[in-house]
């Protein structure tokens, strides 16, 4: 709170978060925190999954299914496209090497670049399919960054819309995801880019 009456307290300061001091807990910032214990489910269950072996690995069992069954969206020589069963939005995906690979330097040239222009079509898809105002795109290298398949890596395009994050989540521990997963790989499997 503000006040513009020398001596009272806030006169000259500005509004923010309020700052509660922890005794040892780095340095005091101003960002507001959101807890999110019901993701902790999440975490543990992927730690106690530990690490996938090959054979194990939905993400080399996948390539082996039909494309509507394994919501394929497109198969390259070294990548795969694939809708994420867990999606954050309608349309969320990965593009995957077919090669059980964990690190992103030991990539070959050729999957690097598969991997890349593949994602470009991804992105081309999903805007011809849904007109998102925008995309997260990236890897989650490492189960500490947050890859629960981090032993295969894959690359997730995520469409985002203005609003498109809200309390439910929280709140309800829900998140709602207006379009089943196999009319979404329709709409974006008939716009992906060919040739």
Known sequence: MTSDVPGEPGAGETSGPELVP?????????????????????????????????EGCPFCRIPSMDDE?????????????VLNLHPYNPGHLMVVPYRHVADLEDLSEAEAVELTTMTRDAVRA????????GFNVGLNLGSVAGGSLSDHLHQHVVPRWGGDSNFIAVLAQTKVIPQLLAETRNLISKAWPTG
């Open 22 to 54: 922890q005794e040892g807990v780095a340095v005091t910032d101003a960002l507001a925190r959101l807890w999110t214990p019901h993701r902790m489910a999440y975490i543990v269950s992927a730690a106690e999954a530990g690490g996938e072996e090959a």
């Open 69 to 81: 069954t394994g919501l394929l969206l497109a198969r390259g020589e070294h990548t795969y496209a």
């Open 126 to 133: 999903i805007k011809a399919a849904s007109q998102p105002h």
